[in-house]
């Protein structure tokens, strides 16, 4: 049993999509980032870093794992989904994991604070990353041409730049003329466990046990 301790947010939103892609069981710790639940020491315990998402392995010793992305490589080599065992095809998964972790999330994540967030508007620094998402997102969408998926089959690289790169209207940004990006968006979406995955957690303070698709609260 994994347990994951997540918000409703980009970051959070990968590890939920993945347990459903790769159907493993898992409880649902809901944390509430307004009130700073990451921050209490028994979550800083399991990440200091103080941010959501973080999992715990129950049956790898209660092995804690911070970090979204080695979250994903974590769970991937944990079922043998997700990522490829070919050498080099292994490795362009996770370049193009590595293109959202250290590109795609922070401008978009920045893009989203100054252009929704901060009550002093400040021009500059709202271009400044919406030019830089649109950027990446125009590098994502040369990728996708002529490919369903950015390493031609569905893999850990799709779901978390997916995760990201669908919040650009709520970045500010245009992607009209992006049309490979578009089509890929929407080919993920269709995917019946990012639907499922992309609504984790839900509202309420329970915690949630996930199997096979289906949820119970657990109060």
């Known amino acids: 049993m994994i347990e994951l301790y997540t918000s409703p947010t980009p970051n959070g939103h990968k590890i939920s999509i993945m347990l459903e892609e790769i159907g493993l069981d898992y409880t649902v710790h809901p944390i509430k980032l307004a009130e700073q639940e990451q921050k209490r020491p028994e979550f ?7 941010r959501i998402p973080v999992i715990i392995d129950r049956d790898n010793d209660n092995f804690v794992v911070f970090e979204s992305g080695a979250i994903m490589i974590y769970l991937a080599e944990k079922t043998g989904q997700l990522l490829p065992q070919d050498e080099k095809a292994r490795s362009r998964v996770i370049q193009w994991l590595m293109f959202q972790m250290g ?7 920045q893009a ?22 649109l950027r990446l997102l125009s590098v994502l969408d040369q990728q996708l041409k002529g490919r369903d998926y950015l390493c031609d089959e569905y ?17 500010g940004i245009d992607i009209d003329g992006l049309d490979h990006l578009d089509a ?36």
């Open 112 to 133: 989203n604070v100054w252009f929704n967030y901060f009550e002093e508007k400040i021009p500059a620094a709202i271009q400044r990353y919406q030019h830089e998402g």
């Open 44 to 50: 800083l315990a399991m990440n200091p870093n103080g």
């Open 184 to 219: 890929w968006l929407d080919r993920v979406e269709d995917r019946p466990a990012v639907l499922r995955g992309k609504l984790i957690p839900k509202p309420g303070t329970g915690s949630e046990v996930k199997k096979a698709g289906a949820s119970i609260i657990v109060r």
């Open 103 to 109: 590109g795609l999330g922070p401008m978009m994540g």
């Open 155 to 171: 893999s850990i690289a799709d779901i978390a730049n997916w995760c990201w790169a669908i919040s650009y209207d709520w970045s």
